[in-house]
């Protein structure tokens, strides 16, 4: 999950991260699209430009 956790920072410099950044992030990382979420919201990341209205 470290792995996960880095790509999110990195994908988020002002603490927000488009939804099909997370969705690719899940797919990089093997890991399902719930883990991404649960992860942003531990580290108070929103994720925006919902595609599916799943965040």
């Known amino acids: 999950m470290e792995?996960?956790?880095k790509k999110l920072i990195e994908?988020?410099?002002k603490g927000k991260?488009?939804?099909v950044m997370?969705?690719?992030i899940a797919r990089e990382c093997n890991c399902s699209v719930a883990e991404v979420g649960d992860?942003?919201?531990e580290l108070?990341?929103?994720i925006v430009s919902?595609?599916?209205?799943c965040f």
């Open 3 to 5: 792995e996960v956790k």
């Open 11 to 13: 994908a988020s410099p």
């Open 17 to 19: 991260i488009p939804c």
């Open 22 to 24: 997370a969705f690719k």
């Open 39 to 41: 992860l942003c919201n």
């Open 44 to 46: 108070k990341i929103k």
């Open 50 to 53: 919902c595609q599916l209205g």
